[in-house]
């Protein structure tokens, strides 16, 4: 039997990455089944029955079209007698318990934890994936957790984590389980987020905007060449998933992992930069991320820091109100300072957090509001059918009405890596 590249590629490192995944979940698995393969499957409500059995997803931009036995893109949906299948619900293949600056979300909840999970599977193949092991394997060539929604939910209230994401790969591929996570989610005070490259279609996107705190989106770069060669998607679907989250109050953070020689341009950063502002608003953070040699790039060098630093001087300079250099523990450009005073409000140090200076939402020092999700909104639609809103401070967290200090010697945390 032959095998393409990304074949042998997923087959060759699903072994490696379920073993670690396993041995960081045995202190989370409170015995919870672990193995190989699938564990549940459920049906997708996004998708068209054609003739002969076969259907045409309608989640993705990609619109697979699936013959009756075989499998969309992602490798993950399967058609079973011309019914589209999920294969990865409740079925995760790595979870852990991160800071929640690690996503990166830098304007959620400072020093706060996140639950955090993956299944196997993901709509692009990004040359560049830290997590190909995983991203590129079929489900049965994992090691997976049985871990429904409401296991979830408990995992996530045991280990006192003020929310949940769905990260690592792309998490849109496992739609229906993060979906229901989110649902149950809003009946606690528990925030669900994601992590995304934002290739999805604007019907689920809007559904799922419903039981969605938060999303921080892979910006991957302002091109479709770009794209096409380095991710096997496209950008334009992106942009409208950027433009939707935005229309649905979604609080957003972009990722841009700059890469040398592939998106490093200037001028592509510019237009980049011009386009959010526009188009989003000058408040939307922006996170311009080191790249370091993975999967298919191993060739390029990490990028050099001066350049993340004339792109986070660019985008400033073009207006926009909060950008961070991440991937460079200690830089600078981790911090986020009030855009009015210019006082430093929030200094991080890696995933470490060592300053605070925010009163409910607003600079300490001139009361500026700063956007962000400061604290947890009980349950919005609740909220919305009362017509108020309840708003609860979050179990363990620092009180954000007063200035904070909190650093305490804390080492250097590796670099942050840029994952969807």
């Known amino acids: 039997m032959k095998f393409s590249r990304r074949d042998f590629l997923k087959k060759s490192g699903c072994f490696i990455a379920s073993f670690t995944t396993f041995l960081s979940l045995v202190p989370l698995a409170k015995g919870e089944g672990f193995k190989r393969g699938l564990i549940k499957i459920k049906k997708s409500p996004y998708f068209k029955p054609l003739e002969n059995k076969k259907i045409m997803c309608t989640l993705c931009p990609r619109h697979c079209v699936v013959e009756e036995g075989k499998r969309?893109?992602?490798?993950?949906?399967?058609?079973?007698?011309?019914?589209y299948y999920s294969l990865v619900?409740?079925?995760?293949?790595?979870?852990?318990?991160?800071p929640i600056e690690k996503k990166p979300f830098?304007?959620?909840?400072?020093?706060?934890?996140?639950?955090?999970?993956?299944?196997?599977?993901?709509?692009?193949?990004?040359?560049?994936?830290?997590?190909w092991e995983i991203s590129q394997a079929r489900p049965e060539e994992t090691f997976n957790y049985e871990l429904?929604?409401?296991?979830?939910?408990?995992?996530?209230?045991?280990?006192?984590?003020?929310?949940?994401?769905?990260?690592?790969?792309e998490p849109m591929i496992f739609y229906e389980y993060m979906y229901d996570i989110g649902r149950l989610a809003y009946k606690e005070d528990i925030l669900n987020v994601c992590h995304s490259n934002g290739y999805i279609n604007p019907k689920p996107l809007r559904a799922l905007c419903k039981y969605l705190d938060a999303a921080c989106i892979d910006l991957k770069a302002f091109s479709e060449k770009f794209y096409r060669e380095v991710t096997e998607g496209s950008l334009s679907p992106v942009l409208e998933t950027l433009k939707i989250l935005r229309e649905e109050?979604?609080?957003?953070?972009?990722?841009?992992?700059?890469?040398?020689?592939?998106?490093d341009n200037l001028k592509m950063m510019k237009d980049m930069v011009d386009w959010i502002k526009k188009e989003l608003g000058p408040d939307v953070p922006l996170h311009f991320t080191r790249f370091y040699p993975q999967y298919k790039l191993k060739n390029l060098p990490p990028t050099p820091v001066?350049?993340?630093?004339?792109?986070?001087?660019?985008?400033?300079?073009?207006?926009l109100r909060y950008v961070y250099i991440g991937n460079v523990p200690g830089h600078s450009g981790e911090n986020t300072h009030c855009p009015n005073c210019h006082k430093l409000i929030i200094r991080r140090l890696g995933y470490r957090i060592q300053e605070v200076n925010l009163n409910n939402g607003h600079c300490t020092y001139c009361g500026y509001?700063?956007?962000?999700?400061?604290?947890?909104?009980?349950?919005?639609?609740?909220?919305?059918?009362?017509?108020?809103?309840?708003?609860v401070s979050v179990k363990g967290m620092p009180n954000?009405?007063?200035?904070?200090?909190?650093?305490?010697?804390?080492?250097?945390?590796?670099?942050?890596?840029s994952v969807p």
């Open 72 to 83: 969309g893109y992602c490798e993950v949906r399967e058609n079973r007698g011309g019914i």
């Open 89 to 98: 619900y409740g079925n995760p293949c790595a979870v852990h318990i991160d």
């Open 106 to 131: 830098f304007h959620i909840l400072p020093s706060s934890s996140v639950f955090s999970l993956a299944t196997a599977g993901c709509n692009f193949d990004c040359k560049f994936c830290q997590n």
């Open 148 to 169: 429904p929604p409401e296991e979830v939910i408990k995992m996530a209230k045991e280990f006192h984590c003020s929310s949940i994401a769905s990260t690592y790969v």
């Open 249 to 263: 109050g979604i609080h957003t953070e972009i990722v841009n992992l700059v890469i040398p020689t592939k998106n």
């Open 306 to 319: 001066e350049i993340l630093e004339k792109a986070r001087e660019l985008a400033l300079r073009e207006g």
């Open 369 to 391: 509001p700063v956007p962000g999700i400061w604290s947890v909104k009980k349950s919005k639609r609740e909220a919305k059918r009362l017509n108020k809103t309840n708003t």
């Open 400 to 417: 954000m009405g007063s200035n904070i200090r909190l650093v305490k010697n804390a080492p250097v945390a590796e670099p942050i890596k």
